[in-house]
């Protein structure tokens, strides 16, 4: 025993262990107040978090605010590039504006092609026996609907009414199997040329373009619009894109495969293109084998522009 105690390490190391073990039991506990040592050592260590933290985070305020006043510059050159395409194109567009005006002043003609009055509608019935041929819509003539106006969705061109009742219309589509329902047509882009749709491929889900001049080079990926020519569809509405081209059974014009823009299998709303002034000679309508031929004839033998 006297050995024990001789071992002057081994006893200051018991009584450490046994302070340590005492200060943390004493620390564990729920108290009010902190004692004296976690005070000074609290606070000693808060101070030296203070004195470092805040430069710190002043460098790191400083680097956020280098990296934000960067950022807002090279935003601001973009703005002010977008900003200079915004007025190119406003000044464009008023000389277009200017330039439509005076060419209607020459012909005398306030009418365009392009005007309508646009009447939202919704679809109330479709016959399953006719189910891509018709739908039946909730507006008619009490609403100003008349036959052979225009109708479409926000996606595109979708057919053109065939009957009125004072508060319905029934619709027939593009994708109708009516071989006497044809649309004039153009394929905007590089090349531009008129065509007539007549027919839709029930296999394909696609729309036919046909009596393309075969001088013309048209390729898949182009955009097909109403022409306006046939006095019933107003011009530039969006019908589709073009999949596939080919030439007729004689070779001597081209025929193109369009994939439609709307979705005849989903409609719900639609617009009606309410026109003032309709001049139908039937190469839009198909009232008449003859006036269609006629139509399609003007159509095919244009330039192209």
């Known amino acids: 025993m006297p050995q024990f105690f001789s071992n002057k390490r081994l006893i200051l190391l018991l009584v450490g262990v046994i302070v340590l073990v005492a200060l943390i ?36 305020d400083l680097i956020d605010d280098v990296d934000l006043l960067l950022n807002t510059y090279e935003e601001n050159k973009r703005l002010k590039t977008r900003l200079a395409e915004y007025a190119a194109v406003q000044a464009e567009l008023s000389d277009v504006r200017h330039e439509n005006d005076r060419l209607r002043g020459i012909v005398g003609k306030e009418e365009d092609l392009r005007d309508y009055e646009p009447v939202q509608a919704t679809v109330l019935a479709r016959n399953p026996d006719q189910w891509e041929e018709k739908v039946v819509i909730d507006r008619g003539e009490v609403h100003g609907v008349k036959k052979n106006m225009a109708v479409m969705t926000a996606d ?22 009516d071989p006497t329902y044809r649309v004039s047509a153009l394929v905007t882009g590089e090349t531009e040329a008129f065509g007539l749709i007549e027919g ?11 009596r393309i001049d075969s001088t013309f080079d048209i390729k898949p990926g182009q955009k097909v619009v109403s022409s306006g020519l046939g006095g019933i569809f107003p011009k530039g509405l969006l019908i589709g894109e073009i999949t596939e081209v080919t030439t007729d059974d004689y070779g001597l014009t081209k025929q193109a495969y369009i994939k439609p823009a709307a979705d005849f299998s989903m409609l719900e709303h639609v617009i009606i293109a309410k026109r003032t002034s309709m001049a139908v000679d039937g190469s839009d309508a198909g009232n008449t084998g003859e006036a269609m031929d006629k139509a399609a004839d003007e159509a095919e033998g244009g330039d192209g522009s």
């Open 25 to 60: 039991f004493f620390t564990l506990k729920d108290r009010e107040h902190a004692s004296v040592p976690e005070q000074i050592v609290k606070d000693a260590v808060g101070f030296g978090q203070s004195v470092f933290s805040k430069p710190a985070q002043y460098i790191t």
């Open 156 to 177: 595109g061109l979708i057919g053109k009414v065939v009957l009125t009742t004072p508060f319905t219309s029934t619709v027939q589509l593009l994708a109708t199997q």
């Open 200 to 210: 839709y491929d029930i296999d394909r889900h696609e729309l036919i373009l046909k």
